[in-house]
């Protein structure tokens, strides 16, 4: 059944400790969000079936909104996809999906969901098997920075979270073919235990990672699109190689990188009203849920 946080506020901390239960974790990651304007019951619409008022299983609706195939697309993801363990094999997870896919092909343009368990999802035909993901190997070669104005942003700092927010707000895509626009919520809850580092002279939040000599690219916040080589030249410390994690077709040409199939901690699945042209499919991971 569909319920709303906002008429009852004290429901989410039922949801929350259900969704805890299943996923270990998730209260604390939520708790923290607040404290950065990322808040989980203003973001999502939960369906939930209850037994003498305890929160029995849970799903939720989350809208993001995507630059897909040069065009703004409204999308919903299903998450927190959970039913308590002494009340399954009773059908509930199906009614919730049922309810919440109903809702989105009602309110939304397509529906998407990220797992690592796709065979839960077997019996719901209107999902298309989980999409191939891919990473981008730029070839030309790389000559790391000697020199850098990049900061870590301080989230705990007033200032710091503002020109975080203004960025998320008014960012420029950082892909035609697939990026998310409008998901500030989803950024800092997936960013609060990574590096958030931001440059002054390109006025552009940057996230990446360095591993096994690689220099990984996860998401560019900027207001105007930057030349690939000049964010790289910000970039400290030791790697031959750089790969971005989202589509390229804004800072690179086809023949500048290499396609290798990637590794997401989870999977994406998409509804059948998902449509991606492109050749090769990357949803930016700083946005899953």
Not at 12 to 17: K, L, M, T, V, W
Not at 35 to 49: C, D, G, H, L, R
Not at 176 to 182: F, G
Not at 183 to 202: D, G, M, P, Q
Request: aromatic share 12%; proline share 5%; net charge neutral.
């Amino acid at each position: 059944m569909q319920k709303n946080y906002a008429k009852n506020p004290a429901l989410f901390d039922r949801c929350i400790y259900l969704i805890d239960e299943i996923f270990p974790g998730c209260k604390s990651f939520a708790m923290n969000g607040m404290k950065y304007k990322a808040t989980w019951s203003e973001n999502s619409t939960p369906f939930i079936v209850e037994d003498k008022n305890d929160v029995i299983a849970h799903a939720g609706v989350w809208p993001i909104t995507l630059m897909l195939n040069g065009k703004v697309h409204k999308t919903a993801a299903i998450h927190g996809v959970c039913v308590k363990p002494e009340y399954r094999g009773k059908g509930l997870f199906r009614q919730l999906m049922k309810e919440t896919m109903q809702f989105s092909d009602n309110h939304f343009e397509s529906t998407i969901l990220f797992t690592n368990k796709p065979y839960l999802y077997k019996d719901f035909p209107a999902y298309k098997a989980m999409l191939p993901e891919y990473d981008f190997l730029i070839k030309n070669t790389i000559v790391p920075s000697t020199g850098t104005d990049l900061r870590k942003l301080n989230l705990d700092d007033a200032s710091d979270l503002n020109l975080l927010l203004q960025l998320l707000s008014n960012h420029m895509p950082v892909s035609n073919e697939l990026s998310v626009v409008n998901a500030s919520a989803l950024f800092i809850l997936n960013t609060l235990n990574k590096e958030i580092h931001y440059s002054e002279k390109l006025n552009a939040v940057i996230i990446y990672s360095i591993l096994n000599n690689t220099l990984y690219l996860k998401d560019i916040l900027c207001l105007k699109i930057c030349k690939i080589n000049h964010i790289i030249d910000l970039i400290p410390g030791h790697y031959d190689n750089v790969v971005l994690q989202f589509s390229p077709d804004r800072f690179l040409n086809e023949n500048e990188y290499t396609p290798v199939m990637a590794a997401p901690e989870c999977c994406v699945m998409v509804s059948d009203r998902f449509s991606f042209n492109g050749k090769y499919f990357r949803y930016p991971e700083i946005y899953a849920c």
